[in-house]
């Protein structure tokens, strides 16, 4: 397994302003990946961060609203950006481990835009 | 992209079994795996199962896959209160995992 921490746990922000949410790992792994969760939905990939290359962003989310970093292979965050009451969310970093690719998860970030 | 689907509510009396299903589209899948997040908490790994397989038990948790069908259940022997959170399902593609909409169970005393 590995042990995953997420700062802030929670946030309460204003509109127009940016948030930047960080990913602790405890070893060393290759890829990561942030997701957003909705209230009450389940989790939508935002992007892959690997370490040395650009992070790489699913469908309908872009890295001017959301940029990521993966300065090494145990950290990395996520920003967002401008924020709506629309991305008010719980935001989650997982990275993949082990042979079966088997993912494990932050505890989230739970951020409510007003 | 890959479709996962779930029911949404299951409620079940403590001590009985609990089953939840799961589907999917892709069947490219190598690797189909349950979830369990409780409120206000992050998501837990259950349990996985590899797509040639067609069962695996681990303790309570039994995972029953028809790749035929591209069906996925979880079974849940002796519901304990505990047990209540929602639970999901995940299929990878690729390195990139799809989930279903999750399924809250409910265990009543």
């Known amino acids: 397994s590995a042990v995953i921490s997420q700062k802030p746990s929670r946030d309460i922000c204003q509109r127009g302003t940016s948030l930047t949410i960080q990913c602790q790992v405890d070893?060393?792994?290759?890829?990561m990946f942030w997701y957003r969760q909705q209230p009450g939905q389940s989790l939508t990939l935002i992007a892959t961060a690997n370490q040395g290359s650009e992070a790489t962003y699913e469908s309908g989310f872009v890295i001017d609203k959301f940029p990521i970093s993966r300065p090494n292979l145990t950290f990395s965050t996520l920003t967002v950006s401008n924020m709506s009451p629309e991305d008010s969310s719980i935001y989650l970093c997982?990275?993949?481990?082990?042979?079966?690719?088997?993912?494990?998860f932050g505890p989230g970030t739970r951020l409510t835009v007003t | 992209g890959e479709d996962v689907e779930q029911s949404l509510f299951l409620s079940v009396r403590e001590g009985d079994s609990s089953v939840i299903n799961c589907t999917y589209t892709d069947s490219s899948s190598t690797y189909l795996y349950w979830y369990k997040q409780e409120p206000g908490a992050g998501l837990q790994l259950l349990t996985y199962?590899?797509?040639?397989?067609d069962m695996k038990q681990d303790q309570r948790l039994t995972v029953l896959l028809n790749k035929k069908d591209k069906h996925l259940s979880l079974r849940i022997a002796d519901t304990q209160t505990g047990d209540s959170a929602i639970y999901f399902c995940a299929a990878d593609n690729f390195n990139k995992f799809y989930f279903g909409s999750g399924t809250k169970l409910n265990v009543k005393p």
């Open positions: 997982s990275v993949s481990r082990g042979g079966t690719g088997e993912q494990y």
């Open positions: 070893s060393q792994v290759t890829m």
């Open positions: 199962i590899f797509s040639n397989m």
